[in-house]
């Protein structure tokens, strides 16, 4: 079992910088894939970025790649967003999620991932 808080979230300007963290508890986090979603208002919540169990591979949604950066270290039990480039409709609640389930699909969907942090807002003015 692994507990997930996120932090570093808040308001920043179109084409500034923000950096989350998500901090997890436990002592087996490098058995765990682990993910960046967010969700707008209205909206459902979507798929921004995602880490396999060694960071050696990440994956990002086309509405971020190339301005986010996902990364972890497992030593410190961290994860982290950073988030450059930003525009207004990246304004969202970004939650850090933490998957145990091993599958040959992949890791983009909500319901791949068991254990979830509590959300951190992000407002991005224009």
């Known amino acids: 079992q692994v507990q997930v808080v996120e932090s570093g979230g808040g308001l920043v300007q179109a084409g500034g910088s923000l950096r989350l963290s998500c901090a997890a508890s436990g002592r087996t986090f490098s058995n765990y894939v682990m993910g960046w979603f967010r969700q707008a208002p209205g909206k459902e919540r979507e798929f921004v970025a995602q880490i396999n169990r060694s960071g050696g591979s990440t994956y990002y949604a086309d509405s971020v790649k190339g301005r986010f950066t996902i990364s972890r270290d497992n030593a410190a039990n961290t994860v982290y967003l950073q988030m450059n480039s930003l525009k207004p409709e990246d304004t969202a609640v970004y939650y850090c999620?933490?998957?145990?389930?091993?599958?040959?699909?992949?890791?983009?969907?909500?319901?791949?991932?068991?254990?979830w942090g509590q959300g951190t807002q992000v407002t991005v003015s224009s």
């Open positions: 999620a933490a998957s145990s389930i091993y599958w040959s699909g992949s890791y983009y969907y909500p319901a791949t991932y068991d254990y």
